[in-house]
């Protein structure tokens, strides 16, 4: 019922009386409230245009001539005028074109959202918003100016803006208007007064203020208008502006609907619950007592334990009186399920978190014994809720809320926001709410602030349920007072005051909630209850006092002048404070106290201590002096404050002070943050852009050039002098003795050096193996003659075999020879040298085969005479000119012992072997056999299968080709074996399945031959040149590096081969790579920068330490390390490609003209030479030498370096080649000795006999006794000491002994497994053994109970384990492996660094060391592999619940789906577990990884058709493969049920058009059975080869080849068994394949399995 009242009459103006008059239930008061949205104002077209009511227009022209408080109640249009003001003032700094921000401060991170979303839509201005969940916190000095420099506007929270002045990130210059939202908040210690008094009225030129508010005053009670005055007064002051309202309110009543005011009254508590508090508080009671027995002296996580306990308890009891027995026992349920997770904690904590476990259970069974319904049935059965009261089930007031609820009737569009006190009142009601029958057609949220308690919500989820309730998908909201200032909610049509407001500030806002037409806001107030009475009567009188005062100040009225008044000045205080000169960086005594702690937080730790500082008061004469204490590692340990008069000041004075010392020795940086090491300038170990743009990356790819090898450059290219050559013999000997090669000899003007110029070398061809000697032999001068012939010679021959004698006209279609002309273009100073044929000799002594020579020279000018292929080849009477200089009858060779050549006749029985070359194509063959049952006349090809022969016979095939009529066609043909190109004969790939490509053989009318006078032998041997030569040059290469970083000195002469391993990538295919020395180089790179900075730096901490050797050995520091000496010319990133390769004098059959734009040999670094393009091939190389690599390259090129120098020199000359590289990491022994006498002033007190104790286990007596009580004493201790600089350097120490041993003692396993055993072998677990096998443990020096109890469950753990490799199941201590790397690091460092001493010393206490065939790999790892080899996709799915993470790994089999789960605190270990699982069944069905040892091989009866193209990459192969169940290879069952079901996909999948480009077939079936988890298909792929050329493919893609490929491929469709397929005949293998997985996909989309679109 309504009580009627004069709307001319102040709505304010009223008694409470009115408000509970006759009827109690409901009463009602007419209240203007505005929208922040008008939906009576004018629509605007376009959202930047703002359409002003008049009262609006009048408050933004105040603010924009002076400093204003808009008061206006809420849903005024503040925000809008603050926009207005925004978009003005943003012209006028425009127009100054002077950079200035605009910061508007918003109380809640929700409110930050909300005005953010607003200001982006109605203005063209760059905004963003600021919170603390985005990682503000960390951000430095350069992230600030880039958001400075990027954005207009900045919306943000006013810690966010306090802390970034005080820290000097921003200042109020930058600065030219600050809006405050909610600005009432301006009191007292809040941000927004800290921010004025702190530097608004410190600051010179202040930027504009404009502050906006419903209730400029904030205390609980207002007793007269002269304390609203003084309220009103000091905000001004504070804000240095004036109030500014409205006098006339018609306007906003105008447009504006009305709320209306209810009070709800509830009758007073009737159910008695005396006995059960007392039996709530007896259990309390005896569990407190037992919880305060056990965390005695105890850690402050088991203290928190206490504390929860007592908050769940008063939770309980709160429920139990306000809302009921059945809320009650909600609440003991909502605790239950926020216990803390203990499975990883120690014995002590789950004992004690057991404790409050069973205190709630206790409660929850006294709380149902009061329920003998039982709180389901209850709610289960249509009860009447009134008789439920009595009862005490639930409150009257809770009863009260559902009578309101059920008055919203059926309407389920009604928006409810229901304010409460307390998180669990809010967690609780919406539970019981949604078990409540009656209101079943509501939808119930909760929604609290980001705060620490264990009931709050996360902040992405807070962001969820508010948009849900905006959107009207919740109807009924509980929500704390998060939700009372400023939030736009529309629709919002009922606001309840579930429990009273406690000041005029929380009773206005929360009313302002109430947004949609004819809205309501109820109070609930107790019946009778005279406190609830007058508390609400002093707001409602509060709130008319603030608005009459707001009104009637003379000086903000907007109908007044506004020109001539001026707030009071602020009293500022002069607080204690430290300012930074250099930055203006400050911090004040009451900030301090955080800064220590953000300090102490940012000290190295681990799980069993967390550092912080501890305070001790003493009190003298009245005043109280505070001593700190800050942890072991920080830069001091303890400082005494100034005496103050309460020790809560004493304790900020401290603070304060360490503060200032903390900066003055380098501990808190210039913006006083902990210092996170970072480089000067001028060091390559600063943050560049290379850094941030991803250099040392995979991602990133760059174009680098190549550089010249110096040794094959000569002066002799464009003359013919005589000259004088270093000579270096090529031997060969081949694995079949009866096979001969020729000698060679490389003729060059450069001295090689010893390692290049005599070598060893093994050339693997089919079926044999030539092992290859180079060795100088002095020197040699050629007089000009033999200069010509042995230039000629290499034209000729090379030209002949690798290349074309015959090429292509510039002037017209014709072909002509080659060399018919100057033949200079050929040859380059910068690649010049000579090979030239030696003569056989049993002696030693070597002589060049001058007669080869000549007789090539003798061919070449014959072909300049007598080219067939030149325009004269025939004339127009059909004369042919013979190439033969004997004219015989044809008869008469049929008689003569004679066969007619080209250039001579030979006898027919010295035919087998001779060098020929056609005339007409100028190929070089040898010849196999001469066919006596054949001739010209026979019929062409003779293949059986062609159909219809081309040509009739060879004379045909000739005539019609080439114009030939042959003068001696009865001749018989020769059997010829061609020339090919070269291959690549470093590597062996027989190994690899590689098959042997069919030898192609020629038949040939003899007299279309030339003879040339070469042994076949040199024939052979100039095969096995280009990749010896490639090996040469590459080694030349290594060597030239080598010269450059000895600077002219033999001190460390590291083996070119060595060198070249470390310039080799595993792209270059060869035997051997940079991986190997990459790991050891690695951890020589960590041990060598981590020792420097330890002997540099006796002041800094384990993180600094840790920091600083980050940044020195990070990928982008080598990089621009490696770039600065370009490195990145020398390395080797390509597979050696044969047919590419050219002999000075050979004209490339395979030119790539360079397309890069850079016209040098060395590439910029420049930004356009970058690129994150996947499509981008890496490592080939144009004609300049120009090739793209990725930018992680160099930096595992410069590790590999470094690991070559330390394998061939040792540590010294490891040092050697990184000062070279600029890295600062000098070991000098003088800094050694320093660094002891250093501990020898230490002041410890020697436990002498611990000391003798643990020197007998180690077997090492300590020089210098303080280093090894060190590395054994705990941060937890509170020393001046501790063991954490030691375990920095132990830590690396020991990671270079292990790498070295593993490198050397496992030589023949691969890069990837090598990278595993260290692994295994270094790291925390592995080392906490190795301190409880040898009971090393035992002399650990700690405080800290947890880690006790940690140790003795590890060691229970590691006692019953049954295998000892395995280790224990318990993730171990991480004190347990820092102590053995401190105790390390201080044998380290007590034997002068002596390597060898540390490792006598380890070695034993390592021992066993892991071997390849004992490895065990991470489960998860274990599983990936297994999968990769068997071709099968893993699908993961991990969900957080809570603190735990939930992760399910679940992999499809050919007909059985098997799922692994697993449960922890991190996505990494719950995967871990969930694999484990897996490999469990995978292993039931006979599923497992082998280890390949020396007597045992893969038994694979499938092969891996391309390489190119696979679904999952991988850069390391291992040695493993996969044991399949030998009985079958069918699916077995499960026992499992949950398993044992197929994947089933309800919906068909669809993929794009099939790309037909090369490889993309096979990429779309790849990635639709990656997606739809079906096994990998298989490919068979069958050779066919032809004698004649056939035609393969259509369009573009048509090819001529006499071999072709057929695939078939099959593929297992999980419950529709095997589907096979074959493909089209193609060129090439890996087209075939293509051909095949196309057919496969259109043949799956015709079984409706799937559907291929475009």
């Given at each position: 019922?309504?009580?009627?009242?004069?709307?001319?009459?102040?709505?304010?103006?009223?008694?409470?009386?009115?408000?509970?008059?006759?009827?109690?239930?409901?009463?009602?008061?007419?209240?203007?409230?505005?929208?922040?949205?008008?939906?009576?104002?004018?629509?605007?077209?376009?959202?930047?245009?703002?359409?002003?009511?008049?009262?609006?227009?009048?408050?933004?022209?105040?603010?924009?001539?002076?400093?204003?408080?808009?008061?206006?109640?809420?849903?005024?249009?503040?925000?809008?005028?603050?926009?207005?003001?925004?978009?003005?003032?943003?012209?006028?700094?425009?127009?100054?074109?002077?950079?200035?921000?605009?910061?508007?401060?918003?109380?809640?991170?929700?409110?930050?959202?909300?005005?953010?979303?607003?200001?982006?839509?109605?203005?063209?201005?760059?905004?963003?918003?600021?919170?603390?969940?985005?990682?503000?916190?960390?951000?430095?000095?350069?992230?600030?100016?880039?958001?400075?420099?990027?954005?207009?506007?900045?919306?943000?929270?006013?810690?966010?803006?306090?802390?970034?002045?005080?820290?000097?990130?921003?200042?109020?210059?930058?600065?030219?208007?600050?809006?405050?939202?909610?600005?009432?908040?301006?009191?007292?210690?809040?941000?927004?007064?800290?921010?004025?008094?702190?530097?608004?009225?410190?600051?010179?030129?202040?930027?504009?203020?404009?502050?906006?508010?419903?209730?400029?005053?904030?205390?609980?009670?207002?007793?007269?208008?002269?304390?609203?005055?003084?309220?009103?007064?000091?905000?001004?002051?504070?804000?240095?502006?004036?109030?500014?309202?409205?006098?006339?309110?018609?306007?906003?009543?105008?447009?504006?609907?009305?709320?209306?005011?209810?009070?709800?009254?509830?009758?007073?508590?009737?159910?008695?619950?005396?006995?059960?508090?007392?039996?709530?508080?007896?259990?309390?009671?005896?569990?407190?007592?037992?919880?305060?027995?056990?965390?005695?002296?105890?850690?402050?996580?088991?203290?928190?334990?206490?504390?929860?306990?007592?908050?769940?308890?008063?939770?309980?009891?709160?429920?139990?009186?306000?809302?009921?027995?059945?809320?009650?026992?909600?609440?003991?349920?909502?605790?239950?399920?926020?216990?803390?997770?203990?499975?990883?904690?120690?014995?002590?904590?789950?004992?004690?978190?057991?404790?409050?476990?069973?205190?709630?259970?206790?409660?929850?069974?006294?709380?149902?014994?009061?329920?003998p319904l039982g709180d389901h049935n209850f709610l289960d059965s249509e009860v009447n809720y009134f008789n439920a009261v009595p009862m005490g089930y639930i409150s009257s007031k809770l009863f009260e809320l559902i009578q309101l609820f059920q008055s919203f009737g059926e309407d389920c569009q009604v928006l409810c926001l229901i304010f409460v006190e307390r998180i669990v009142t809010a967690k609780v009601i919406e539970r019981f709410l949604k078990k409540v029958h009656c209101l079943s057609h509501f939808t119930v949220s909760y929604l609290t602030g980001s705060s620490t308690s264990v009931d709050a919500l996360a902040p992405k989820m807070q962001k969820e349920t508010l948009e849900s309730f905006r959107s009207g998908k919740v109807n009924l909201l509980f929500a704390t007072d998060v939700l009372e200032e400023g939030i736009d909610v529309p629709s919002c049509s009922y606001v309840v005051r579930f429990d009273l407001p406690k000041t005029v500030r929380s009773y206005i806002q929360s009313r302002g909630r109430a947004?949609?037409?004819?809205?309501?806001?109820?109070?609930?107030?107790?019946?009778?209850?005279?406190?609830?009475?007058?508390?609400?009567?002093?707001?409602?009188?509060?709130?008319?006092?603030?608005?009459?005062?707001?009104?009637?100040?003379?000086?903000?009225?907007?109908?007044?002048?506004?020109?001539?008044?001026?707030?009071?000045?602020?009293?500022?205080?002069?607080?204690?404070?430290?300012?930074?000169?250099?930055?203006?960086?400050?911090?004040?005594?009451?900030?301090?106290?955080?800064?220590?702690?953000?300090?102490?937080?940012?000290?190295?730790?681990?799980?069993?201590?967390?550092?912080?500082?501890?305070?001790?008061?003493?009190?003298?004469?009245?005043?109280?002096?505070?001593?700190?204490?800050?942890?072991?590692?920080?830069?001091?340990?303890?400082?005494?404050?100034?005496?103050?008069?309460?020790?809560?000041?004493?304790?900020?004075?401290?603070?304060?002070?360490?503060?200032?010392?903390?900066?003055?020795?380098?501990?808190?940086?210039?913006?006083?943050?902990?210092?996170?090491?970072?480089?000067?300038?001028?060091?390559?170990?600063?943050?560049?852009?290379?850094?941030?743009?991803?250099?040392?990356?995979?991602?990133?790819?760059?174009?680098?050039?190549?550089?010249?090898?110096?040794?094959?450059?000569?002066?002799?290219?464009?003359?013919?002098?005589?000259?004088?050559?270093?000579?270096?013999?090529?031997?060969?000997?081949?694995?079949?003795?009866?096979?001969?090669?020729?000698?060679?000899?490389?003729?060059?003007?450069?001295?090689?050096?010893?390692?290049?110029?005599?070598?060893?070398?093994?050339?693997?061809?089919?079926?044999?193996?030539?092992?290859?000697?180079?060795?100088?032999?002095?020197?040699?001068?050629?007089?000009?003659?033999?200069?010509?012939?042995?230039?000629?010679?290499q034209e000729f021959l090379f030209n002949g075999l690798f290349g074309r004698l015959f090429v292509r006209s510039k002037s017209s279609e014709l072909r002509e020879f080659l060399l018919q002309n100057d033949t200079g273009s050929l040859w380059s100073a910068s690649n010049i040298y000579l090979l030239l044929p030696l003569e056989s000799s049993p002696t030693d002594q070597w002589k060049i085969n001058w007669m080869a020579i000549n007789a090539c020279c003798f061919a070449t000018e014959f072909l300049k005479r007598n080219s067939l292929l030149s325009s004269e080849r025939h004339d127009g009477n059909g004369d042919n000119k013979s190439p033969s200089k004997t004219f015989l009858h044809e008869t008469d060779c049929k008689v003569e012992n004679v066969i007619h050549f080209a250039n001579e006749s030979v006898d027919r029985n010295i035919l087998k072997n001779m060098v020929v070359l056609a005339v007409h194509t100028g190929r070089i063959y040898s010849i196999l056999e001469l066919l006596n049952d054949t001739s010209a006349e026979s019929p062409f090809d003779g293949n059986d299968d062609a159909a219809q022969p081309e040509y009739a016979s060879f004379a045909e095939y000739f005539n019609k080709k080439y114009q030939i009529v042959l003068r001696y066609p009865g001749q018989p043909l020769l059997l010829l074996k061609q020339s090919h190109n070269p291959h690549n004969l470093l590597v062996s790939f027989c190994d690899e399945g590689a098959y042997s490509k069919a030898r192609f053989r020629a038949y040939m009318p003899p007299e279309l031959l030339l003879r040339i006078d070469v042994p076949i032998s040199v024939l052979k041997s100039m095969y096995l040149l280009p990749s010896l030569m490639h090996r040469i040059e590459t080694l030349m290469l290594a060597s030239q590096l080598r010269e450059e970083i000895n600077c002219g000195s033999n001190k460390f002469n590291i083996s070119s081969s060595l060198i070249l391993e470390a310039l080799t990538t595993l792209r270059c295919c060869e035997s051997f790579s940079m991986e190997r020395l990459e790991l050891l180089g690695d951890s020589v790179l960590k041990y060598a920068v981590g020792c420097h900075l330890f002997l540099r730096d006796h002041e800094k901490n384990e993180g600094q330490l840790s920091a600083q050797r980050s940044l020195a050995v990070r990928n982008s520091t080598l990089y621009k390390l490696g770039t600065d000496r370009k490195l990145q010319l020398y390395i080797r990133d390509g597979a050696f490609d044969p047919r590419r390769w050219a002999a000075p004098g050979q004209q490339s059959l395979r030119p790539v003209p360079c397309e890069c734009g850079v016209d040098t040999l060395e590439v910029p670094l420049d930004p356009k030479f970058q690129t994150e393009d996947p499509k981008i091939k890496v490592g080939k190389c144009c004609d300049q030498g120009h090739r793209w690599m990725g930018s992680k390259t160099i930096s595992?090129?410069?590790?590999?370096?470094?690991?070559?120098?330390?394998?061939?020199?040792?540590?010294?000359?490891?040092?050697?080649?990184?000062?070279?590289?600029?890295?600062?990491?000098?070991?000098?022994?003088?800094?050694?000795?320093?660094?002891?006498?250093?501990?020898?002033?230490?002041?410890?007190?020697?436990?002498?006999?611990?000391?003798?104790?643990?020197?007998?286990?180690?077997?090492?007596?300590?020089?210098?006794?303080?280093?090894?009580?060190?590395?054994?004493?705990?941060?937890?201790?509170?020393?001046?000491?501790?063991?954490?600089?030691?375990?920095?350097?132990?830590?690396?120490?020991?990671?270079?002994?292990?790498?070295?041993?593993?490198?050397?003692?496992?030589?023949?396993?691969?890069?990837?497994?090598?990278?595993?055993?260290?692994?295994?072998?270094?790291?925390?677990?592995?080392?906490?053994?190795?301190?409880?096998?040898?009971?090393?443990?035992?002399?650990?020096?700690?405080c800290s109970t947890k880690l006790c109890n940690q140790i003795e469950e590890y060691i229970k753990s590691f006692n019953s384990c049954n295998t000892p490799s395995t280790g224990p199941d318990l993730k171990s201590p991480k004190a347990l492996g820092d102590l053995v790397e401190s105790i390390a690091g201080a044998i380290l460092v007590d034997s002068k660094l002596n390597l060898d001493e540390v490792w006598r010393i380890f070695e034993p206490l390592l021992s066993p060391i892991v071997t390849p065939d004992k490895l065990v790999l991470p489960p998860h790892r274990e599983l990936i592999e297994l999968c990769d080899s068997l071709g099968y996709f893993i699908k993961e799915n991990c969900i957080t619940k809570g603190e735990m993470v939930h992760a399910e790994l679940r992999l499809q089999l050919d007909d059985v789906s098997l799922v692994g789960e697993g449960h922890d605190q991190n996505r990494k270990a719950a995967k871990g577990k969930a694999a484990s699982c897996l490999l469990k069944k995978l292993e039931e069905r006979g599923i497992k990884r082998w280890k390949q040892g020396p007597n045992n091989c893969p038994n694979s009866n499938q092969t891996t058709d391309?390489?190119?193209?696979?679904?999952?990459?991988?850069?390391?192969?291992?040695?493993?493969?996969?044991?399949?169940?030998?009985?079958?290879?069918?699916?077995?069952?499960?026992?499992?049920?949950?398993?044992?079901?197929?994947?089933?996909?309800?919906?068909?999948?669809?993929?794009?058009?099939?790309?037909?480009?090369?490889?993309?077939?096979?990429?779309?079936?790849?990635?639709?059975?990656?997606?739809?988890?079906?096994?990998?298909?298989?490919?068979?792929?069958?050779?066919?080869?032809?004698?004649?050329?056939?035609?393969?493919?259509?369009?573009?893609?048509?090819?001529?080849?006499?071999?072709?490929?057929?695939?078939?491929?099959?593929?297992?469709?999980?419950?529709?068994?095997?589907?096979?397929?074959?493909?089209?005949?193609?060129?090439?293998?890996?087209?075939?394949?293509?051909?095949?997985?196309?057919?496969?996909?259109?043949?799956?989309?015709?079984?409706?399995?799937?559907?291929?679109?475009?």
């Open positions: 019922m309504r009580s009627e009242h004069n709307n001319d009459v102040n709505p304010l103006k009223r008694s409470f009386s009115q408000m509970s008059s006759d009827p109690p239930d409901a009463m009602a008061v007419d209240n203007n409230d505005l929208f922040e949205k008008d939906p009576s104002s004018p629509p605007c077209s376009n959202p930047k245009d703002l359409v002003p009511r008049g009262y609006q227009l009048r408050v933004y022209e105040v603010a924009k001539k002076r400093n204003t408080i808009a008061v206006l109640d809420t849903g005024g249009g503040k925000t809008m005028i603050a926009v207005m003001l925004i978009k003005d003032v943003a012209q006028a700094v425009k127009s100054s074109g002077n950079k200035k921000l605009i910061i508007f401060l918003a109380p809640t991170v929700h409110l930050v959202h909300q005005q953010f979303d607003y200001i982006k839509l109605h203005t063209n201005l760059e905004v963003e918003q600021y919170f603390g969940a985005k990682g503000i916190d960390a951000w430095n000095l350069s992230c600030w100016e880039k958001e400075i420099r990027e954005h207009d506007v900045m919306v943000m929270t006013p810690q966010v803006l306090l802390d970034a002045l005080r820290k000097a990130f921003l200042s109020l210059k930058m600065v030219c208007l600050i809006i405050i939202d909610e600005c009432h908040h301006a009191t007292g210690n809040h941000p927004y007064a800290k921010i004025m008094k702190e530097f608004y009225h410190k600051c010179i030129n202040k930027p504009k203020i404009f502050g906006m508010t419903a209730s400029p005053v904030v205390r609980k009670g207002v007793s007269s208008a002269v304390d609203c005055e003084g309220q009103i007064s000091e905000l001004e002051s504070i804000l240095d502006s004036l109030i500014c309202t409205i006098e006339d309110r018609k306007e906003m009543e105008a447009h504006v609907p009305s709320a209306k005011e209810y009070c709800r009254f509830y009758n007073p508590v009737v159910f008695s619950s005396l006995d059960l508090k007392e039996k709530i508080d007896a259990s309390w009671f005896k569990f407190d007592s037992l919880l305060g027995a056990s965390v005695q002296a105890m850690d402050d996580k088991l203290k928190k334990l206490r504390q929860r306990l007592s908050n769940d308890h008063a939770k309980i009891l709160h429920c139990l009186d306000s809302l009921g027995l059945i809320c009650a026992s909600e609440a003991v349920k909502v605790c239950l399920e926020n216990a803390p997770d203990t499975t990883d904690e120690c014995e002590t904590y789950r004992e004690s978190s057991l404790l409050c476990k069973n205190f709630l259970e206790e409660v929850l069974h006294v709380i149902g014994e009061s329920l947004r949609q037409n004819n809205s309501q806001f109820v109070t609930m107030i107790e019946r009778g209850n005279v406190e609830q009475r007058d508390q609400m009567f002093k707001i409602i009188r509060s709130e008319y006092l603030m608005i009459n005062t707001s009104v009637n100040r003379d000086t903000t009225s907007v109908n007044r002048d506004t020109n001539t008044s001026l707030p009071k000045a602020c009293n500022i205080e002069e607080t204690n404070s430290y300012v930074v000169d250099a930055t203006g960086a400050s911090v004040t005594a009451d900030s301090s106290v955080g800064l220590i702690k953000q300090y102490c937080e940012r000290l190295p730790s681990d799980e069993s201590y967390t550092p912080k500082p501890s305070f001790h008061f003493s009190i003298s004469e009245g005043l109280y002096d505070c001593r700190l204490t800050l942890p072991a590692n920080a830069a001091f340990q303890t400082i005494v404050g100034s005496a103050s008069t309460n020790s809560h000041l004493a304790k900020q004075l401290v603070c304060l002070e360490a503060c200032k010392r903390l900066h003055q020795l380098g501990a808190l940086d210039n913006h006083l943050l902990p210092l996170v090491e970072m480089p000067s300038k001028d060091d390559h170990n600063m943050t560049s852009k290379d850094s941030d743009s991803g250099a040392g990356t995979t991602k990133r790819k760059e174009l680098h050039g190549t550089t010249q090898i110096r040794a094959l450059s000569g002066s002799w290219a464009g003359q013919l002098d005589s000259t004088i050559f270093h000579a270096y013999k090529f031997d060969f000997s081949c694995s079949i003795v009866t096979e001969v090669y020729s000698g060679f000899v490389l003729l060059l003007e450069s001295k090689l050096d010893d390692d290049v110029g005599n070598l060893e070398l093994n050339l693997y061809l089919v079926s044999k193996m030539v092992k290859t000697s180079v060795s100088s032999c002095g020197h040699v001068q050629l007089d000009a003659e033999q200069m010509m012939k042995a230039r000629r010679f595992d090129c410069l590790e590999a370096l470094v690991g070559a120098y330390y394998v061939g020199g040792g540590l010294p000359a490891a040092l050697h080649v990184m000062k070279w590289l600029g890295i600062d990491a000098e070991l000098d022994p003088a800094v050694v000795v320093e660094t002891i006498n250093h501990a020898s002033v230490q002041s410890y007190a020697l436990q002498t006999n611990e000391i003798n104790i643990l020197e007998s286990k180690l077997g090492y007596n300590f020089s210098m006794k303080f280093f090894l009580q060190e590395a054994i004493t705990h941060t937890s201790l509170h020393e001046s000491f501790c063991y954490q600089r030691l375990e920095f350097l132990g830590d690396s120490v020991l990671d270079l002994l292990i790498t070295r041993y593993l490198y050397q003692k496992h030589t023949d396993i691969d890069p990837g497994e090598l990278t595993d055993l260290r692994s295994a072998s270094v790291n925390n677990d592995n080392f906490a053994q190795v301190a409880v096998r040898h009971d090393l443990y035992k002399h650990l020096q700690h391309d390489d190119s193209i696979q679904p999952v990459s991988q850069k390391k192969q291992k040695k493993t493969g996969i044991q399949l169940p030998a009985q079958s290879t069918e699916a077995l069952p499960l026992a499992d049920d949950s398993s044992n079901k197929a994947c089933s996909h309800n919906d068909i999948p669809v993929i794009p058009a099939i790309s037909t480009k090369k490889g993309g077939p096979r990429t779309c079936l790849y990635e639709l059975c990656r997606r739809q988890q079906w096994p990998m298909p298989t490919f068979t792929t069958t050779e066919n080869k032809y004698r004649a050329q056939m035609e393969f493919g259509a369009g573009a893609e048509k090819r001529k080849g006499f071999i072709g490929f057929t695939s078939k491929i099959a593929l297992r469709v999980p419950n529709s068994g095997v589907i096979e397929c074959e493909g089209d005949e193609n060129a090439d293998k890996k087209s075939s394949c293509d051909s095949a997985a196309y057919v496969m996909l259109h043949e799956l989309q015709q079984r409706g399995q799937l559907i291929i679109g475009g």
